[in-house]
């Protein structure tokens, strides 16, 4: 039997957004995210910066989701934060500000992986998107990670495959950068793919065994293919930047798909679920609705405000292990690498 009313006020900061949300059992009243644009400038996450941002910015968020909410912190039952995987600066920050204020108002702490979160993010009570059931296969991909994980419960879950080298999310932003676009460039990919032929240039997939990824090949790929051809003609890239970007992304979101058939076959299991930042991208959101049709499955894609990194993900973990009295002390400690 669960409790009447639970809030969870959750901290979410393992990269560069500081987040804060307030979950009233496992529905979210608030979900603010401050992002670091300083890191533009430097094409990629500068963590000294990501931690000085930090700082400055969690007491105006968790004040902030605290009133979006409308709760008092009196009111609340307990603190969830990230307690890894990340940077360890940043992952320090959240950390750090959750214990004290758990201690301050005498409620139970609750430490949260990041990835469990990105997966236990379809649990959240949201209009128009259903939950997965038990057994499930999750795809997480996102700029550190490329999972296939197979999820028996809310605390019982086993990777089946996974990059052996770099993740999705960073093959998109390396693909990006190769091609002079700025930082993030994932997104800026995605954009030029959806008015391009995904069919313009080929790409060869790399040949890994079993159920794990490999992507460092492709982007050396990449890299040649861009060099040759801006040798022959130095305006290759803004001739056919749409082309270039829905080719290479059709490419990586065939990877990804040949894996998660295998997966569904050997396992049996047909609910599949994505989650994680890379999950934003319009073309694995499309290809993977098309699946249902296709091959019988059913899929599950996260709002989109639960698909970056945010607070909410980490609120619906903390909710499932409030309900199961799973409390961590005060001597638990930030993990910049994490068991799963």
């Known amino acids: 039997m669960q409790p009447e009313a639970v809030f969870i006020l959750s901290i979410e900061s393992s990269c560069d957004d500081t987040a804060a949300a307030v979950m009233h059992n496992d529905k979210v009243l608030s979900?603010?995210?401050?992002?670091?644009?300083?890191?533009?400038?430097?094409?990629?996450?500068?963590?000294?910066?990501?931690?000085?941002?930090?700082?400055q910015n969690i007491v105006p968020v968790i004040d902030a989701a605290l009133q979006k909410a409308g709760v008092a912190k009196e009111q609340l039952n307990a603190i969830a934060f990230t307690q890894g995987p990340g940077l360890m600066g940043s992952l320090l920050v959240g950390t750090s500000f959750a214990k004290s204020l758990s201690l301050a108002l005498d409620i139970p702490l609750i430490a949260v992986n990041h990835m469990h979160a990105h997966i236990l993010a379809h649990f959240i009570d949201e209009e128009g998107f259903d939950k997965p059931e038990f057994p499930f296969l999750a795809l997480t991909i996102s700029g550190g990670h490329t999972q296939i994980v197979k999820?028996?419960?809310?605390?019982?879950?086993?990777?089946?495959g996974e990059t052996t080298d770099d993740a999705v999310g960073e093959a998109f932003d390396k693909t990006a950068k190769i091609l002079g676009l700025p930082y993030p460039g994932g997104p800026l990919v995605d954009k030029y793919a959806q008015s391009g032929n995904p069919k313009a240039f080929e790409f060869t997939k790399p040949k890994v065994p079993?159920?794990?990824?490999?992507?460092?090949?492709?982007?050396?790929?990449?890299?040649?293919?861009?060099?040759?051809?801006?040798?022959?003609?130095?305006?290759?890239?803004?001739?056919?930047?749409?082309?270039?970007?829905?080719?290479?992304?059709?490419?990586?979101?065939?990877?990804?798909?040949?894996?998660?058939?295998?997966?569904?076959?050997?396992?049996?299991?047909?609910?599949?679920?994505i989650g994680g930042g890379v999950s934003a991208n319009s073309g694995i959101r499309s290809t993977l609705k098309e699946a249902e049709a296709k091959?019988?499955?059913?899929?599950?894609?996260?709002?989109?405000?639960?698909?970056?990194?945010?607070?909410?993900?980490?609120?619906?973990?903390?909710?499932?292990?409030?309900?199961?009295r799973k409390f961590n002390d005060k001597s638990v400690v930030s993990k910049a690498r994490i068991e799963f």
């Open 31 to 55: 979900n603010v995210v401050a992002n670091q644009l300083i890191h533009q400038q430097y094409g990629g996450v500068v963590p000294e910066l990501a931690s000085r941002a930090h700082q």
């Open 151 to 160: 999820v028996n419960g809310f605390f019982e879950m086993e990777i089946i």
């Open 210 to 273: 079993g159920l794990d990824f490999s992507f460092s090949g492709l982007k050396t790929q990449i890299l040649y293919f861009i060099q040759k051809n801006v040798a022959q003609n130095p305006d290759f890239i803004a001739e056919n930047i749409n082309d270039i970007c829905a080719s290479i992304q059709h490419t990586i979101i065939k990877i990804l798909m040949d894996k998660l058939k295998s997966a569904v076959a050997e396992t049996g299991i047909t609910q599949v679920a």
């Open 295 to 324: 091959y019988g499955w059913k899929t599950f894609i996260p709002k989109f405000e639960y698909t970056t990194d945010n607070a909410a993900m980490i609120g619906i973990v903390g909710y499932q292990k409030y309900l199961h």
